[in-house]
């Protein structure tokens, strides 16, 4: 869960700065409110760690089937990962060959949001469902706007709220899900 939450944190990070400076300028009042946001979110999420460090090591070591079970959902990750790292290159080289470059980022966006819909069913969160579709009226309604840079400004920082709020959500669950560990003391 923590790393999912830095994941969302991270790439939150990047559509946000995309949003910000791009398009028009954006007001100080947004600027220092997405600060403040973001170092409450890192804090929940280095709490989320610190609780998870906490926890005890499982002695027992995993059977061969759970090894090929985190190996399987590893391999499928990947797979994912590639097919969309593939489509983003794609849609740039396509996006700038037919002349539509300020489409590229409603573009990207798109494809990120729908490879949450097998990240959905493999991790089985169906938070990223949520997380797809929300991404996908994003993105489309990005591809529907004549101004381009008022595009890049709504779609940068849409998508960025969108993974950051999916982190907020996933720190959320792991810190009241988490069981509470004291000193020489077994999890309840």
Known sequence: ?????????????????LGLFRGRPSPRWLRTSLVAVGMALATSIAM?????????????????QQLAMN???????????????????????VLNAIHYPDYILSGIALIVAVHFYPLAALFQAPLYY?????????????????DAALRQKIVGLSF??????????????????????????RPM
């Not at 391999?75 to 080289?93: C, D, K, S, T």
């Open 1 to 17: 869960m923590t790393t999912g939450a830095a994941v969302m944190f991270g790439f939150g990070i990047v559509w946000l700065l």
């Open 48 to 64: 989320l760690a610190m609780r998870a460090f906490k926890l005890p090591f499982d002695l027992v070591p995993p059977t061969p």
């Open 71 to 93: 190996h399987e959902i590893s391999r499928r990750f990947y797979i994912i990962f590639g097919l969309e790292l593939a489509a983003i290159f794609v849609a740039v080289v």
């Open 130 to 146: 949520g997380t797809a579709l929300v991404g996908s009226a994003v993105a489309l309604f990005g591809f529907f706007m004549a």
């Open 160 to 185: 960025g709220l969108l993974l950051w709020a999916t982190g907020a959500w996933i720190v959320f669950v792991g810190l009241t899900a988490a069981p509470k560990v004291g000193p020489n003391l």
